[in-house]
């Protein structure tokens, strides 16, 4: 094998919130080799996203070892984790995908304003980023005018514009139906053809499948970890579904799970979200893609970008992104 591009020595997390302590990870040791593909799947509460978001710097374990590249970054300041995340890790989420009034070019434009370019080589790398995930002809749509799957592309472009050497993706397609799923793994193998490395978590085992590698998380535990066959996406089927994307004019998008809701709809029909962005939401949401800190609405401390509670008053920290 060749070189190491991320390695977890017996990690732990341990969430505490008043008197309830839980023990999200219980010494997971793990290492991805550079221009892997890896799926890390598990039930829902098994841990998954603790580990994703300690391997991306976006938090840090209670105990053990992060490496990425062969460089510890335990002692580093938040500062330097920032720059690191910058340069070598691009993320893929879920939810709290896309700026909603901005274009798909605004959206992929947003992590590079924070990497020193000049505003024109950042339209270069933006446009590059997204002919990389076959959006060379939908720049200018907005996330309302794409469909999911196209969503999820404009994200995935997002995430490589720094040219990042790994690509983090949490449940990618847990908002998508069968068809864009299968569409964005194909767009994730792709990428990792051309040599990126990465790791997809997902509680589905189909999803799992589209990478070469399967680790199994049980109870904040490794179970599993075993190499397979993995199901390839043919470049014929990507092409016919990038033709034959349809999308109906007018959706709203929910900014939380990016579902495509009616054009009168106030509030999303699949989670409730509030369908009016704010400035001040548009703002908690590129912190969190950025992988900056985030204010409590309560009580102003700032918080880690993918923090469920507030580690000073215990709020949710959902409520950042209610707060308009
Ligand atoms: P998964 O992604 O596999 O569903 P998570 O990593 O999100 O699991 O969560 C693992 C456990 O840690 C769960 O019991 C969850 O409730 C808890 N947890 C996750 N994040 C926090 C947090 N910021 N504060 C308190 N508990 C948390
Ligand atoms: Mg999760």
Redesign the pocket.
Known sequence: MGDKALELLNVTKVYRMGDSVVHALKGVSLEIFAGEMVSIMGP?GCG??TLLHIAGCLDKPTSGIVRIGGKDVMSLDDGQLARIRNRHIGFVFQSFNLLPHESALNNVIVPIQYSGLSRKQGLEAAKKALRAVGLGDRMHHRPNELSGGQRQRVAIARAIVNEPTIILA??PTGALDWQSGREVMGILQELNRQGRTIVV?THDRDIARYAQRIVELKDGKVVADRKIDSVIVPAHELERAQRDAQVKPGLQICVKCNFANRPQAKFCSNCGFSLHVTPRQSSTIMRRMLGLMITCPHCRTDNRPFAKYCINCGEPMENALKAG
């Open positions: 829902s998954k996203s949490d449940e978590v």
